[in-house]
């Protein structure tokens, strides 16, 4: 009975077999290695890099991809790891050397996550390969030996994630975003058709609506696995950041049209047909991220778009009846969709390799990619060198924490000395609540394996039976423990390591007590500097950073209303201020959703709260190219008008600052509003000015309303869903 208990809560665990496969191919190799190394060719130095190398690439690597990618990964990363084992080779003639090199090594390991997330997942496996040489015995001449078993180990490694039992492909990022790409598509289709066709009901009831939103919500970041999201600094996943983002502001768009949609049909000639053609445009577009697919054509939707702009007046008849304000809404709804689909169809091809055309109307929103990926790199790393960069904090508490663990190693003069660094990188969390929750487990299974691992050598002294059991140990080890929990996977991975000592430098039954030891140490030393150094983790620096990052959009809002009342210059330096501190608030925010969280701090909004920010570059961009600076001068009752809204929405923006920054609640937001509800604010005006001006004061009023919908989505009133929410 426990034994068919265990097996179901393995199979529930792990329902692919992609764990037990995975521990599979790491046994087999581990073992080859290891039995070649150490029984064929009698090298235990050998033996021992072979073996740890394989556990750091094969265990503690987390690589994306499917199979070649991930054999590709490892075997470009051996300049690398050899860089590493020469350092920690070198500088292992003391133990301060070996300290200060720990310092500056760990640092820069952890940091090199900036500028691409995904290094994130080879920082544990190159830190243990540097941590590993830098223990005595100092021995630089058996440093072939040691490069020449780290570089078997992964050579071997990378060809069995091709040959043997490769995992499943996983549904990449490109192919959620092409299956969002055509549902937002599908529900296009429906809002053109509720515009020129008859129809009943709410829009909101339509699957296809629903459908919509939840592909949308699958291309969020933090639904996805660092290892495959697009959080790098390069071109390609900046395009495809700015094509998800087109993507939920077209969706948004199409929501409120069909929101303002009137009950009969009304054959508009402007917003359905251009609808139409979005939805071919985006559905297309989606499709070419499909490798070998040719580039998207907007030939047709520019065509679409001269036509919607030629057919975009305001006001029909004879010149003396009042424009028609909800049809220029609803003309304003479908352009701006269009703007936003095709950035999303450049985004597209920026994010297949083409360059943006310097005369494309975008070209300035895709213009990093002009630029070397070593510049664009730089961008991203001098912005997180800032005090309040959650990147910055982690890579700074690990690099001093293995720093004082290499430094107690070695004054205490433990034996085996690499364990103590390990249990710190174990224990140690962005958070000290993380990383006291780590703690139990930890010091619970070292406690265990070590009280096994010690009867195991009272009880048994020939290192024969070591050499047999190998295999065992390391597929409990790396494959069972791992889906029963940490525990059980800290415990089965000391009786490993002492099966594997066994064989290497005998000591008894001792080697358990040492092992013991040694982790309690590097547990208290990664307890005490998680305690100590930024001990609330990434949820300070997220509100933070989330306040100015409001502020700085609150700015930017102001700024763009004036320069098109020609009140003040192009907002160029407010929109930059935005940007730069778009890249802190996202790095904390994908932190954050990695720690453990207070439930009683669990009160913010964050994917709200980040969207009111988002919104806000795309947007203004979009509307400065449409509506040039100045283009509302002169008209008074305009300017105070849109003044009064940037006001309000500058209170909300600050409102919802200070909730963030202080976890308190902060009063009345502005509501939605559709075109219906500005009718009663722009109907006293139409005397006073030219249809274009009109036209002018309608888009950026729209505007106005779509950033205030995203605010109000923050905290939507009780029993309401405003146009945009995600069904659920």
């Known amino acids: 009975m426990p034994a068919t208990s265990i097996l179901g809560r393995l199979r529930r665990r792990d329902p692919g077999d992609a764990v037990l496969r995975r521990a599979a191919r790491l046994t087999l190799v581990a073992s080859v290695v290891f039995y070649g190394c150490r029984y064929g060719a009698g090298s235990t130095v050998l033996a021992t890099y072979g073996l740890f190398g394989t556990i750091a690439a094969g265990s503690f690597a987390q690589l994306p991809g499917p199979a070649p990618q991930r054999a590709r990964i490892l075997v470009t990363s051996l300049p690398a790891v050899w860089a590493l084992i020469a350092a920690g080779s070198l500088l292992a003639w003391s133990t301060w050397s070996a300290a200060g090199g720990m310092l500056v090594i760990g640092f820069v390991v952890a940091f090199a996550g900036v500028g691409n997330p995904r290094l994130v997942g080879l920082a544990s496996a190159f830190q243990l390969f540097y941590i590993l040489a830098s223990f005595p015995p100092y021995q630089p001449g058996t440093l072939p030996q040691r490069l020449g078993g780290v570089t078997l180990a992964i050579v071997l490694l990378a060809a069995a994630e091709v040959l043997l039992w490769p995992d499943p492909v996983p549904v990449s990022y490109r192919q959620r975003l092409t299956a969002a790409a055509d549902g937002v598509a599908a529900f296009l289709d429906v809002a053109a058709g509720r515009l020129s066709g008859p129809h009943t009901g709410p829009g909101g009831q339509d699957p296809r609506r629903e459908r919509a939103y939840d592909l949308v919500a699958a291309i969020e970041l933090r639904r996805n696995p660092p290892e495959w999201a697009p959080s790098a600094a390069g071109a390609q996943d900046r395009a495809l950041r700015i094509c998800a983002s087109a993507l939920r502001e077209a969706l948004a768009e199409a929501d409120r049209l069909t929101a303002d949609a009137p009950p009969e049909p009304i054959g508009d000639p402007t917003a359905a047909p251009l609808l139409r053609s979005c939805a071919d445009t985006i559905r297309a577009a989606g499709r070419t991220l499909t490798p ?18 030629t057919a975009y007046v305001a006001g029909e008849g004879d010149g003396h ?46 213009g990093y990619a002009r630029h070397s990926s070593w510049r664009l790199y730089w961008w991203q790393f001098r912005s997180h060198l800032a005090p309040r960069s959650s990147h ?8 001093v924490a293995l720093a004082i663990a290499r430094v107690a190693a070695g004054v205490l003069h433990t034996t085996h000395g690499f364990w103590v660094l390990l249990a710190t990188l174990t224990v140690l969390r962005t958070s000290a609540a993380d990383t006291r929750t780590a703690l139990r487990p930890a010091v619970l299974g070292t ?72 982790v309690l140490l590097g547990a208290v030393i990664g307890v005490l500097a998680g305690v100590a150094m930024w001990p609330r983790g990434a949820s300070h620096d997220l509100r933070h950073n989330a306040t100015g990052y409001l502020r700085a ?15 003040a210059p192009p907002p160029d330096r407010a929109l930059d201020r935005v940007r730069r501190r778009m890249i802190l608030v996202d790095s904390s925010y994908c932190q954050y959703h990695s720690e453990r969280h207070h439930p009683h701090r669990q009160q913010v909004n964050w994917d709200a709260v980040l969207s009111a920010g988002h919104h806000v570059v795309p947007g203004a961009e979009s509307l400065l190219r449409r509506n040039p600076p100045g283009c509302l001068a002169g008209w008074p009752a305009a300017a105070d008008l849109l003044r009064d809204s940037a006001a309000r929405l500058r209170s909300a923006y600050d409102d919802v600052a200070r909730e963030v920054a202080h976890g308190r609640p902060a009063g009345p937001r502005p509501l939605r509003s559709d075109c219906a509800a500005g009718l009663d604010r722009i109907r006293p005006l139409l005397g006073e000015a030219g249809p274009q001006s009109v036209r002018h004061l309608v888009e950026v009023d729209r505007w106005l309303s779509g950033l205030a919908d995203s605010v109000a989505r923050i905290h939507p009133p009780v029993g309401s869903e405003p146009a945009g929410i995600q069904p659920r």
């Not at 910055?392 to 690099?399: D, G, K, T, Y």
């Open 447 to 518: 406690v265990a394996g070590a009280v096994v691992s010690g009867g195991l050598m009272l009880v048994v002294d020939k290192p024969i039976v070591y050499a047999v059991v190998l295999p065992v140990t390391l597929l409990l080890a790396f494959g069972v423990g791992r889906l029963l929990g940490p525990v059980w996977q800290q415990a089965l991975f000391t009786v490993l390591l002492t099966v594997v000592f066994a064989q290497l430098s005998p000591e008894g039954w001792r080697l358990a007590e040492t092992r013991l030891v040694d």
């Open 321 to 366: 009846d009042p424009p028609d304000v909800a049809r220029l809404c609803r003309d304003a709804t479908a352009l701006a969709l269009a703007d936003q689909t095709r950035v999303f169809a450049t985004g597209v091809r920026v994010a297949t390799g083409s360059r943006p055309d310097g005369e494309d109307a975008h070209a300035g929103l895709f």
């Open 292 to 309: 070998g697919a040719p580039p998207v054509r907007l030939d047709d939707l520019d065509t679409a778009i001269g036509r919607a702009e």
């Open 553 to 567: 959009s609150a700015d930017a809002v102001e700024q763009t209303v004036l320069a098109i009342l020609g009140g």
């Open 392 to 399: 910055l904090h982690s890579s700074l508490r690990v690099a």
